[in-house]
């Protein structure tokens, strides 16, 4: 079963038609609530401390549609904890919904023209729920991270885990959604490396709550809850650390090396 899956998940035409019609019955499910785009910008730490811009851009893994408070996302859960050591800046130009063509046509400009310390990319589960081809992700994928690592001085990427743990897809589509989710995780691993750029794990044990753990998602039954977030600040803390241990470029507003 699961190699024939991998063989339709290879195959955009054929999955495709079936994925999107799952996905249309996924979305009209008004028995469910619907949440809209949240905007985790912000300044987080005392005013004194070296100056620490984070730019993140992606989908709704970001704007954290039914996270409450807005505190308990994962982008301003990592910003408060490296608020012990800096003024933290947390700009963010996600959309959701988006793709990675969306990333690299409208949010990658925005960024770059922003400017910032670090960039953090957190894109791909549209990719893989809506079928587009791997090797056209991987390659826009490679353009869009090949400028922000030229315009920041730091750069992570966002791993894409199980979509097939996602409550309120349809059976027939977990095990889809499961593949798709992998290949795409995959050409992210690949594109990171050939860019020297961490990417956060997002398969393993520690994720199983994902699968087994309701209060993980929110009521729409498709986002993850400020519980799931609590575990994508577990990934995305050491993810930063390590970037900024990567980058040999100074600080902005500091005039001191990343840590």
Same mark, same amino acid.
């Given at each position: ?25 996924? =979305? ?45 996302? +994962? ?12 003024? !933290?800046?947390? @700009? ?20 770059? !023209?922003?400017?910032?310390? =670090? ?14 081809? @791997? ?21 992570? !990427?966002?791993? !894409?885990?199980?979509?097939?743990? =996602? ?35 997002? +398969? ?56």
């Amino acid at each position: 079963m699961a190699h024939t899956l991998w063989r339709m998940a290879k195959r955009p035409l054929a999955v495709g038609g079936m994925l999107t019609a799952q996905m249309v019955q996924t =979305i009209q499910r008004p028995d469910l609530e619907s949440f809209t785009d949240q905007d985790p910008s912000g300044v987080f730490g005392d005013a004194s401390q070296p100056l620490l811009r984070m730019v993140v851009l992606g989908d709704s893994t970001v704007t954290a549609p039914g996270v409450e408070p807005l505190d308990a996302c +994962w982008a301003r859960r990592t910003a408060l904890f490296f608020s012990n050591r800096y003024r !933290v800046e947390l @700009i963010s130009v996600a959309v959701g919904g988006s793709k990675v063509a969306d990333v690299h046509n409208e949010q990658r400009h925005r960024a770059i !023209v922003t400017g910032g310390d =670090i960039a953090i990319v957190c894109v791909g589960g549209n990719d893989a729920l809506r079928a587009t081809p @791997i090797n056209r992700f991987e390659a826009t994928y490679d353009e869009m991270l090949r400028s922000l690592v030229t315009a920041f001085p730091a750069v992570a !990427v966002c791993g !894409v885990g199980d979509l097939g743990t =996602i409550p309120r897809l349809p059976a027939m589509a977990k095990g889809i959604a499961r593949v798709r989710a992998r290949a795409v995780d995959h050409a992210i691993g690949r594109v990171a490396h050939r860019h020297d750029v961490p990417k956060s794990r997002a +398969w393993g044990p520690e994720f199983e709550p994902f699968e087994t753990d309701p209060a993980i998602w929110s009521g729409d039954l498709f986002h993850a809850s400020a519980e799931g977030h609590a575990m994508y600040a577990d990934a995305a803390i050491p993810l930063v650390e390590e970037a900024l241990r990567r980058s040999s470029s100074a600080l902005s507003g500091s005039g001191e090396s990343s840590p």
